[in-house]
């Protein structure tokens, strides 16, 4: 069986595949830099078992990091608990299938590079990309399936943070699509700036990456849109611009890399 492990900057998400690919059981851990390898055991190995799953199952781990900190406990977790030397993404060893258009490729997280390989396998090509994670991100898939690069924004819920942090009289406020775009009082005005002003965010890029792209690559189909990441559902089913939310994108990039590098 496989490890997987995605590790962001707010969570850490660990999910078990069986060698059909069918996935087993996952979990989500707040992301701590200073927790150890032997922390994170003891929290795992109790879900495992309530998943009826025992650490002898896994033979093999693959791990996605944006969080460099995080790395050496997360080998370590691997190697000491289940005798896994992991595959890393974006060490040499590890074959994505897909070329990095970039000035500077060494510097694109690697979840996004994950989430490309995935949503080309699943959804085909020309792609965009949009991961609703602590920033939010537009990614570029171009018809060969070669990552060419993107849009970075701030995330929903730090937009959030720092305006409760900013302003004073300001609560601390869940992100929610509000019935009405203009609010009567504080929160459903809060509301309203936040889901819908990143609506047309969302919208407004789209359409701009979609016109960039069809001036420089003249691709004959247009660009479908993929949602990920906890918030997709509720701005996918907000926008036609969207063609669904798959909020486990990440998990199948990282299972479909590691059968590549099963191969290779």
């Given at each position: 069986m496989l490890l997987a492990i995605d590790s962001g900057n707010t969570n850490i998400v660990f999910a078990v595949f069986d060698d059909a690919g069918k996935l087993r059981g996952e979990w989500r851990a707040a992301t701590n830099v200073n927790r150890t390898a032997d922390e994170l055991w003891v929290w795992l190995t109790h879900l495992m078992q309530l998943a009826e799953l025992n650490r002898t199952d896994i033979?093999?781990?693959i791990v996605?990091?944006?969080?460099?900190a995080t790395l050496f406990n997360l080998k370590t977790l691997c190697r000491k608990y289940f005798d896994a030397d992991p595959l890393?993404?974006?060490?040499p060893d590890c074959e994505l299938g897909i070329e990095i258009l970039l000035d500077h490729p060494e510097e694109v997280g690697a979840d996004r590079l994950v989430n490309a390989v995935a949503a080309r396998e699943i959804y085909g090509t020309p792609l965009i990309v949009i991961d609703f994670g602590t920033a939010t991100t537009f990614d570029v898939i171009d018809q060969g399936g070669n990552?060419?690069?993107?849009?970075?924004?701030?995330?929903?819920?730090?937009?959030?943070?720092?305006?409760?942090r900013a302003a004073a009289k300001l609560p601390r406020i869940a992100v929610a699509r509000p019935e009405k775009v203009i609010g009567k009082s504080?929160?459903?005005?809060?509301?309203?700036?936040?889901?819908?002003g990143y609506l047309s965010m969302?919208?407004?890029?789209?359409?701009?990456?979609?016109?960039?792209?069809?001036e420089q690559n003249g691709a004959d189909a247009e660009m479908e849109v993929i949602a990920t990441g906890g918030l997709a559902p509720l701005f996918a089913d907000a926008s036609p611009m969207i063609r669904c939310a798959d909020v486990d994108?990440?998990?199948?990039?990282?299972?479909?890399?590691?059968?590549?590098?099963?191969k290779s």
């Open positions: 033979d093999k781990a996605a990091t944006v969080v460099p890393v993404i974006g060490e990552y060419c690069g993107g849009v970075i924004a701030p995330g929903v819920n730090l937009s959030l943070e720092a305006l409760h504080t929160v459903p005005a809060m509301q309203s700036g936040i889901f819908w969302i919208e407004g890029l789209i359409g701009r990456i979609r016109k960039e792209f069809l994108l990440t998990i199948k990039g990282l299972l479909s890399i590691d059968a590549r590098n099963m």
